[in-house]
């Protein structure tokens, strides 16, 4: 990331919850990016059908 960037706070999707289950305490809520950066989210989808992200690979920006 160059110096003139300027970074932006992305967003991870929201779980998708099994109606009894709770959200994991140790799932990814946010990062912070250059501008010439975009996320690739990691799901992990659990037995019971609850799905989350649980990591992120920061990745070049694509044109």
Known sequence: MSEDNQKR???APQPALVSSSQV???RVISVEIGDDEDVEWLWIS???GTKYVSGY???P???
Request: glycine fraction near 0%; charge should be neutral; hydrophobic fraction near 45%.
């Open 46 to 48: 659990l037995p019971d």
């Open 9 to 11: 706070t992305v967003f």
């Open 57 to 59: 690979t920061v990745v």
């Open 24 to 26: 994991p305490a140790n």
């Open 61 to 63: 920006k694509t044109a």
